[in-house]
């Protein structure tokens, strides 16, 4: 199999700095959606390229768990990578990296949201992630509706 590429827009009303703050801090997301119930850091530091960190999310109403190594972090970019390393995506997809890029709104207040996933299926009976890229939708939304309410 060959690695493909799913991604998605989301337009929200945050800053594009204020949102990548945040969100970068994988810890703080647990605060600002239902959907991921905890996140633990396994090994190194918040935020830093190489770091291990434990999600449990709420994923079609099911817990699932992802562990997952932090590629790449470019705060001049609002850039967030992660590998998966571990968890129920292994079982269907040979590679799984997820990324994150947050750009001010052309035109206009707010920012665009970015999410990308490059994968690699282990076979052609996989499905294409398309249930979870509507999750990752959600959770954008709800952590805009968050910060919006910080404010």
């Known amino acids: 199999m060959v690695e493909e590429e799913v ?4 337009e929200i009303k945050t800053t594009a700095d204020k949102f990548y703050l945040f969100a970068r801090r994988s810890q703080n997301v647990v605060s600002a959606t239902r959907y991921i119930q905890g996140c633990d850091l396994l090994e190194g530091e918040w935020d830093k390229v190489g770091s291990i960190i434990f ?19 470019d705060m001049e970019n609002n850039v967030i990578q992660w590998r998966v390393l571990e968890g129920p995506l292994k079982k269907e997809y040979k590679s799984f990296l997820k990324t994150v890029k947050v750009s001010p709104k052309q035109g206009g207040s707010g920012s665009v949201v970015k999410w990308n996933m490059k994968y690699e299926r282990i076979d052609e009976k996989v499905a294409h992630p398309k249930r979870l890229l509507q999750f990752f939708v959600e959770v954008i939304k709800e952590v805009d509706r968050y910060l919006l ?3």
């Open 149 to 151: 309410s910080e404010e």
């Open 7 to 10: 991604e998605v827009d989301v």
């Open 55 to 73: 999600w449990k999310l709420v994923f079609d109403g099911e817990p699932r768990v992802s562990k997952d190594r932090i590629e790449t972090v």
